[in-house]
C-alpha cells in the first residue's frame, strides 16, 4: 500500500547540518560526527555536506533561501538522489524542499526510522518499527496529493483529493490499531515472564546506554553468549534476555536493550514501550558508557532524559567502557561507604569485569564481607551453593579435621542461605561473626528469646 509518491530511491546523499546562536533549539546538540555514522548505518553514500549557522529555523524551508539554493545546486552537480538533515522538519518543509532540491528529503527523525526498519529482526522489533513509522508518517500522507489539488472543481469533481486522504488515513489507523493490539499481546506475555521471575525472586539486571556504548558486548562477556555486537548505532533492536549465575548474587536475568541518542523520536519511545518496560521492572540498571566518546556528557544526558521520559525508578550504575582507549583503570568509585557509583571496564578487552561484579555484588545484595564457615558433615547443600555462587576465596582444615571455608559475599546473602539450609549462624560461624549477622537481635531481645533458643525455632531467622 503506498500512502505517498516517492523520488526515485538511492543511496547517494547529501547531509546538511545547522547550528542555531540561540541555544533554545534541542536541534542544536544534535552531532555531526554522529550523523555522518547515522547516515552510514542507513547504507548512504555520501557525496558532500552543507553546514551553516542560523539565528532561528525558517517556517518555509528550515534553513534560508540562499542555504536552499546552495543545497539544490549541490544536488544537481554531484546526482545526489536524497538530502540527509540533521534536524526535525514539518511536513510542510520537507515537501517545500522536495519541490525545490528535486529529490528526495529525509529529517533526523525518518533516517533513525529507516535504520530500525533495517536493523529489526524479531517480530516484536518489526511490529514496533512499523507502529512507529506508520505514526511518523500519520502527518505526511499529503505530500503524494499534490497532483489532486490541481484538478477543476464543478459536479463529480469536488473533492476527490480529500476523499482520497482520508481513506488512507482511515486505513493507516486501522493498521496502527492492529499494530498496538498485538503488541499489547507481546506486553502481557512479557508481564507473565517478569511475574515468574519475580515469584522466584530473581533479579532483573537491564543494560541501558547510548547507542553503540558497548552493551552488546559487555552482555556476551558476562554470559558468554554471541549475540551481533558491532561498531555501528543501533546494532541491537531487539532485547535480549538471559538467565546467568552472577558471583556473589545467585541467579539473575541479564536484559540487552536497544541504544538511545539525542532527541531520540518520541515515536520510537512510545512504539517500544514493551520493551523498555524490561528497564522500567529492572532491580538494577547497568548505564553503559562510551569512556571513549569526545561528546561522553551529552550522551550521559541524553540517556538520562530517556529513562526520565519512560519513568525508570530502579538503582543506576555508571559502567564507563572502553577504557582500553583511555588512561582510566578498572576501578570502583562510591558514592558513600558501602554504594558504588561507578566502575571502569573495558567488555572488548575483558577488563574490569571483576570491579563489575563486585559493584553489582554490593549494589542487589549488600556490602561484601569476609566470613569463616565451618560447615557440619551434613552440609552439602550448602557447599555446593557456595561454589555456585563463587564466593568461596580459601579452603583449609583445622587440628580437628573440620574444613574451614572463607567465602565473601554480603550478609544478608549469609543469612538467606543459611535460612535455606537450615543451619544457626552461631553453629557454623566464630560467635563475633555470627553476632555481625544479627541485626534482628534487637528485636528478639524486645521479648527476651535469644536467637540460638531451641524452643523458638519458628522465630529464629536461621532455623527456618
Excluded at 170 to 188: D, G, M, W, Y
Aim: with cysteine; charged share 25%.
Amino acid at each position: 500500500m503506498h500512502y505517498f509518491e516517492q523520488h526515485k530511491s538511492g543511496e547517494r546523499a547529501i547531509l546538511v547540518h545547522c547550528t542555531f546562536k540561540s541555544l533554545d533549539f534541542a536541534d542544536n546538540q544534535n552531532d555531526l560526527d554522529e550523523f555522518r555514522l547515522l547516515a552510514i548505518s542507513a547504507d548512504a553514500q555520501i557525496l558532500g555536506e552543507i553546514t551553516g549557522t542560523m539565528n532561528k529555523p525558517s517556517a518555509k524551508y528550515f534553513v534560508g533561501m540562499g542555504k536552499a539554493d546552495e543545497i539544490a545546486k549541490q544536488v544537481a552537480e554531484t546526482g545526489a538522489e536524497i538530502v540527509l538533515f540533521n534536524h526535525t522538519l514539518t511536513p510542510s518543509q520537507e515537501r517545500n524542499l522536495e519541490k525545490i532540491l528535486q529529490c528526495k528529503v529525509i529529517d533526523r527523525m525518518g533516517l533513525i526510522l529507516d535504520i530500525f526498519a533495517k536493523r529489526a529482526r524479531t517480530y516484536e522489533g518489526k511490529l514496533q518499527v512499523e507502529l512507529a513509522q506508520l505514526t511518523h508518517l500519520s502527518s505526511r500522507l499529503v505530500r503524494g496529493y499534490a497532483h489532486l489539488g490541481q484538478q477543476k472543481g464543478g459536479i463529480g469533481l469536488r473533492g476527490p483529493g480529500e476523499t482520497q486522504l482520508e481513506t488512507d488515513r482511515r486505513l493507516l489507523q486501522v493498521r496502527v490499531n492492529q499494530l498496538k493490539a498485538k503488541l499489547a499481546k507481546v506486553k502481557q506475555t512479557r508481564q507473565i515472564g517478569r511475574a515468574k521471575r519475580t515469584k522466584s525472586s530473581t533479579p532483573t539486571v537491564s543494560l541501558v546506554g547510548y547507542t553503540n556504548a558497548g552493551k552488546s558486548t559487555l552482555f556476551n562477556a558476562l554470559t558468554d553468549e554471541n549475540i551481533y555486537s558491532a561498531d555501528q548505532l543501533f546494532a541491537t533492536l531487539d532485547p535480549t534476555l538471559r538467565q546467568i549465575d552472577w558471583q556473589g548474587v545467585g541467579k539473575v536475568v541479564l536484559a540487552d536493550t536497544v541504544g538511545f541518542v539525542q532527541n531520540l523520536p518520541h515515536e520510537l519511545v512510545e512504539s517500544f514501550h514493551a520493551t523498555l518496560e524490561e528497564t522500567l521492572e529492572a532491580d538494577l540498571l547497568l548505564h553503559i558508557i562510551d569512556s571513549s566518546s569526545p561528546n561522553m556528557h551529552e550522551q550521559i544526558d541524553a540517556v538520562n532524559s530517556v529513562l526520565h521520559e519512560i519513568g525508570a525508578t530502579a538503582p543506576v550504575l555508571l559502567v564507563h567502557n572502553k577504557i582500553d582507549k583511555t588512561k582510566e583503570k578498572p576501578t570502583i568509585h562510591y558514592k558513600d561507604a558501602t554504594t558504588p557509583h561507578r566502575v571502569y571496564v573495558s567488555a572488548h578487552a575483558n577488563l574490569g569485569i571483576d570491579e563489575l561484579t563486585q559493584a553489582v555484588q554490593e549494589l542487589l545484595v549488600g556490602g561484601l564481607s569476609d566470613f569463616h564457615l565451618t560447615p557440619p558433615y551434613h552440609a552439602g547443600q550448602l557447599k555446593n551453593a557456595l561454589h555456585e555462587l563463587g564466593v568461596i576465596t580459601h579452603s583449609e582444615f583445622d587440628d580437628t579435621g573440620h574444613e574451614i571455608l572463607t567465602v565473601r559475599l554480603a550478609k544478608d546473602k549469609l543469612k538467606e542461605l543459611l535460612g535455606k539450609y537450615h543451619f544457626n549462624a552461631f553453629d557454623v560461624l566464630p560467635p563475633h561473626e555470627a553476632n555481625s549477622l544479627l541485626p534482628v537481635l534487637e528485636e528478639f531481645e524486645k521479648v527476651n528469646i535469644k536467637p540460638n533458643d531451641d524452643n523458638n525455632d519458628e522465630l529464629n531467622p536461621f532455623c527456618l
